[in-house]
């Protein structure tokens, strides 16, 4: 894997349900920047599901990455800023009726 060099991390939507695919990037793409700050050195990946089913949304960072609790707290609290609401209030009727599902890759 390349080192992102001190860029911002990039995100990357691997797969999405309940909203069209390029309306859920573009709501998930500023957090780069806000991850930037969760980063202590080097390089690394995350796996990240957003799930909203019946008015409540569960974000989960995906077993495999080992992060420190003062990390792990960053990027919940950078993935919690998303407005998940306009999301699904944006997608079609037969979208919104299966709820909302994400899953992110973030890299840095």
Same mark, same amino acid.
């Given at each position: 894997?390349?080192?992102?060099?001190?860029?911002?991390?990039?995100?990357?939507?691997?797969?999405?349900?309940?909203?069209?695919?390029? $309306?859920?990037?573009?709501?998930? !793409?500023?957090?780069?920047?806000? @991850? &930037?700050e969760? /980063?202590?050195?080097? %390089?690394?990946?995350?796996q990240?599901?957003?799930?909203?089913?019946?008015?409540?949304?569960?974000?989960?960072?995906?077993?495999?990455?080992?992060?420190?609790?003062?990390? $792990?707290?960053?990027?919940?609290? !950078?993935?919690?800023?998303?407005? @998940? &609401?306009?999301? /699904?209030?944006?997608? %079609?009727?037969?979208?919104?009726?299966?709820?909302?599902a994400?899953?992110?890759?973030?890299?840095?």
């Amino acid at each position: 894997m390349a080192t992102n060099c001190g860029a911002a991390p990039r995100v990357f939507v691997e797969r999405v349900e309940g909203s069209a695919l390029a $309306r859920t990037k573009a709501a998930f !793409a500023p957090l780069g920047d806000r @991850i &930037d700050e969760c /980063q202590v050195g080097g %390089s690394g990946t995350v796996q990240v599901s957003v799930e909203r089913h019946e008015g409540e949304t569960r974000i989960a960072i995906r077993p495999g990455r080992s992060l420190r609790v003062e990390q $792990r707290r960053c990027v919940l609290e !950078a993935l919690s800023t998303v407005d @998940i &609401d306009d999301l /699904q209030s944006r997608a %079609s009727p037969s979208e919104r009726a299966s709820g909302f599902a994400v899953t992110l890759r973030v890299e840095w």
